[in-house]
């Protein structure tokens, strides 16, 4: 089974911190989970012009999911287009459910792979699922927080 870690930011350089923790070689075998837009998840999933380049927050490890042997994956949590989901999904309707089901799909294939022991995103004692950088509804964080449990679990 696929040990889940909870890992909650406090500052750079130490547990919490994903882009110290994935150089650490006691997490040579974890899958990080981190927080994505909309538009740069679909352009990684669909194999589009996807630069890799890392983002802020947590998507500062963006880029370890280009690497040949992924070790970081996207889920993605709000978009920058105009409309409903602009700066953070705002509820679980069907564009959401789908690019959260798209990225567990994701997942699912690389804990397949039998490269990973544990699986790691960021959590929040309030919120359960962490992220600050968009204002995601809380009904899409325990989603989230719930289909990444679900996935862990098959494995």
């Known amino acids: 089974m696929i040990n889940v870690i909870k890992s909650k930011f406090s500052k750079?350089?130490?547990e919490?911190?994903?882009?110290w923790m994935i150089t650490?070689?006691?997490?040579?075998?974890?899958?990080?989970?981190?927080?994505?837009?909309?538009?740069?998840?679909?352009?990684?999933?669909?194999?589009?012009?996807?630069?890799?380049?890392?983002?802020?927050?947590?998507?500062?490890?963006?880029?370890?999911?280009?690497?040949?042997?992924?070790?970081a994956v996207g889920i993605p949590t709000g978009t920058y287009d105009e409309g409903p989901h602009c700066k953070g999904y705002s509820s679980l309707d069907e564009q959401v459910t789908r690019?959260?089901?798209?990225?567990?799909?994701?997942?699912?294939?690389?804990?397949?792979?039998?490269?990973?022991t544990d699986l790691a995103f960021s959590w929040d004692d309030k919120t359960k699922f962490g992220g600050r950088i968009f204002n995601t509804a809380q009904v899409v964080r325990?989603?989230?927080?719930?289909?990444?449990?679900?996935v862990a679990g098959r494995w």
């Open 99 to 116: 690019a959260i089901a798209d990225s567990i799909s994701q997942i699912d294939a690389l804990l397949a792979t039998g490269r990973y």
């Open 12 to 14: 750079s350089g130490q």
């Open 24 to 71: 650490q070689p006691h997490y040579a075998r974890t899958l990080f989970i981190f927080n994505d837009n909309e538009g740069e998840f679909y352009a990684h999933f669909k194999g589009g012009q996807h630069r890799c380049s890392d983002g802020g927050g947590n998507a500062g490890i963006r880029s370890y999911q280009c690497k040949p042997e992924p070790r």
């Open 16 to 19: 919490g911190d994903f882009s």
């Open 142 to 150: 325990d989603h989230i927080v719930d289909q990444i449990f679900e």
